[in-house]
């Protein structure tokens, strides 16, 4: 039997927009719209931001997941979803003098960065264990820190446990597994876990093969483990983690290009990727078959 490789599709992230991209996903209606087309093109599992209709910004209120959800299960109950809980965790610091905040921070409270995820209760959400600088420049946006400290990340584990979600934790960097690890063992993680390596942002991990397999062997035992690279890294990414046991993630918030100068879709990313699992001898698993993978409860739990 080929093994089942679970596709993730992340359709938009919460950062500029490329401002020569066309019709990037940005109202609700967008948002959910490209979940069904990637679910139909074989996505197991959408992963989702929300952002504002009218700026286009990064909006975490819990009004907009909730009208992203309804509108993708209005059409489609079967395709898994997977909401962020990265957003509200930007500090950026006044360049005139870094121990102030910039008016652009955006540091939220554990509870309010999961109001989204304990009203809609999805079956996976993500739980960043990293802290790393980015660097500005984009839209005139200065340097910011994406901070996520040891104390707010148990705290938010605990409310997404009990809102009955598993936490797809995302790390960027090695010590990021072992602070997951540190969390698991102090009881806020349940094990068997489930780990997305995330390569190629710039000042972090490198998405290169080396990397991924030393970020792998750190894993805890048991793991479910996949991995994405961003940028012209995402689709040989897909075939290195397919090749090493583990699962997949592409879409637009890692990766707006098709090639060089060519803007994709995320239609178009989904079935680049899932032809090169079925290449590499493997299968896209269907949303009930990434549900088994995964542990998950189920839409009828």
């Not at 066309?22 to 093109?41: E, F, G, K």
């Not at 290169?208 to 062997?217: I, P, R």
């Not at 989904?270 to 290449?279: K, N």
């Amino acid at each position: 039997m080929k093994r089942k490789v679970v596709l993730t599709c992340a359709v938009t992230g919460d950062g500029p927009i490329h401002p020569n991209y066309p019709d990037y996903p940005v109202t609700p209606q967008q948002i959910a719209r490209n979940c069904l087309d990637a679910a139909d093109a074989g996505a197991s599992v959408v992963h989702i931001h929300g952002r504002n209709p009218e700026t286009g910004e990064g909006d975490r209120s819990p009004a907009v997941f909730r009208e992203i959800v309804e509108r993708i299960r209005a059409e489609n109950t079967d395709v898994v979803i997977n909401l962020t809980t990265g957003m509200g965790a930007t500090f950026v610091p006044d360049p005139q003098d870094e121990g102030r905040a910039h008016p652009s921070t955006d540091v939220a409270s554990a509870a309010e960065r999961v109001r989204h995820v304990q009203d809609m209760r999805p079956e996976i959400c993500t739980l960043d264990t990293t802290t790393m600088n980015l660097e500005g420049g984009i839209a005139g946006a200065p340097d910011c820190i994406f901070m996520n400290t040891p104390g707010t990340l148990a705290k938010m584990a605990d409310l997404i446990r009990a809102a009955g979600t598993r936490p797809e934790i995302e790390a960027f960097n090695p010590g990021d597994v072992l602070l997951a690890r540190n969390l698991m063992e102090k009881g806020h993680i349940d094990a068997p876990a489930l780990f997305q390596i995330c390569l190629g942002v710039k000042w972090s991990a490198p998405a290169d093969a080396q990397t991924l397999l030393y970020m792998k062997s750190l894993l805890p035992e048991g793991a479910v483990w996949s991995a994405f690279g961003i940028s012209r890294h995402q689709m040989p990414m897909v075939a290195l983690s397919t090749i090493l046991g583990g699962h997949c993630r592409v879409g637009l918030e890692d990766n707006i290009y098709l090639e060089r100068g060519v803007f994709a879709t995320n239609v178009q990313l989904v079935e680049r990727a899932s032809r090169i699992i079925r290449d590499l001898g493997c299968e896209v698993a269907t949303p009930n078959e990434a549900r088994d993978i995964l542990g998950l409860k189920g839409t009828d739990a």
